[in-house]
């Protein structure tokens, strides 16, 4: 059921099922986006570029945090062409460099009366092993220890906010890995950057109980999704063979994001710490050799901890 679940057919299908909108009656009318604030990162293309526009489109200010401003920008005037009045604007943060996040999140701190929500969309997928500015390995930093870094950077801000929400974008491709707990920064075996990659999406999923209980005091809801398969520059360049035997069946990036945008706008009462796929809430595991320990988890976090006070 994966093929025609993370297709582009499971998202028509679901679509149907709930009334064809991309916003049904009452999924988001009653938080309304308008005077909201969201941040995306890694917003210059691909599903990011499409929530951004989708939140935008519903009224709240986008902040498109981005590597490249110049592409950022340009992604930022094409949105505008499509949304006149909406409010977007670009900054600079290289989200796997945790000095970058403390300065970037320091410009939003002075700048910005609070945060509504939080989308953690920045990823990468190396060809070969590399490591970040701090020397952590490049995957591991972008989609793990920066967003972590970010989200507490960001705290003062999500809790001047009434129900604020951060946002994991995440990947089914988690599904096919374990923890690694015992070797986060993938120093063991022989490298693969699609595996570092779904590794660190694991990763994501796996500690959103820790981070939850860490923004109790905010009321803050965590979540993570994934977006299904999508036709973006990413997967274009960085998984070709998939890229040609998926073909006509991939999503589009608008509908990638749907449920990144529903998880910010609907006006539900959502359940915490869960991962989620067209909206729904979906099971962590699908196979036996993927499931881990608590300890295990903890002292994942224990580790991401360390590394993002280092």
Same mark, same amino acid.
């Given at each position: 059921m994966v093929v025609p679940g993370y297709s582009r057919v499971g998202y028509a299908v679901r679509s149907r099922l709930r009334g064809g909108d991309a916003f049904a009656e009452g999924d988001a009318a009653g938080r309304a986006l308008s005077g909201a604030t969201v941040v995306v990162t890694g917003a210059n293309s691909g599903i990011?570029?499409?929530a951004a526009a989708q939140l935008a489109g519903l009224g709240a200010e986008v902040v498109m945090l981005v590597r490249n401003t110049g592409r950022g920008a340009a992604a930022r005037?094409?949105?505008?062409r499509g949304h006149p009045r909406a409010r977007i604007r670009v900054e600079r943060c290289?989200?796997?460099?945790?000095?970058?996040? %403390?300065?970037?999140a320091a410009r939003l701190r002075s700048s910005l009366p609070k945060l509504d929500a939080l989308v953690h969309n920045a990823g990468v997928l190396p060809e070969s092993r590399a490591e970040s500015a701090q020397g952590h390995e490049i995957t591991l930093a972008t989609h793990v220890l920066g967003p972590v870094l970010l989200t507490e950077e960001l705290l003062p801000l999500l809790a001047r906010a009434h129900r604020p929400r951060v946002?994991?974008?995440?990947?089914g491709g988690m599904y096919t890995q374990p923890l690694h707990a015992e070797d986060p920064e993938y120093l063991g075996g022989s490298y693969r950057g699609a595996t570092a990659y779904a590794r660190t999406k694991r990763m994501q999923v796996a500690l959103l109980p820790n981070l939850a209980e860490q923004l109790s005091g905010a009321d803050v809801t965590v979540a993570a999704m994934h977006p299904g398969w999508v036709e973006t520059p990413g997967v274009a360049?960085?998984?070709?063979?998939?890229?040609?035997?998926a073909g006509g069946l991939l999503r589009?990036?608008?509908?990638?994001?749907?449920?990144?945008?529903?998880?910010?706008?609907?006006d539900r009462e959502l359940p915490d710490a869960r991962f989620w796929h067209d909206r729904a809430p %979906?099971?962590?595991?699908?196979?036996?050799?993927?499931?881990?320990?608590?300890?295990d988890r903890n002292a994942l976090w224990r580790y991401v901890r360390g590394a993002v006070a280092a």
């Open positions: 990011g570029k499409a005037d094409e949105i505008l290289d989200v796997s460099d945790l000095d970058d996040v %403390r300065s970037a946002v994991f974008v995440s990947s360049a960085s998984l070709p063979g998939f890229h040609r035997l589009s990036p608008d509908e990638g994001a749907d449920t990144i945008t529903w998880l910010v706008a609907t %979906r099971a962590e595991h699908y196979l036996w050799r993927t499931r881990y320990s608590v300890a």
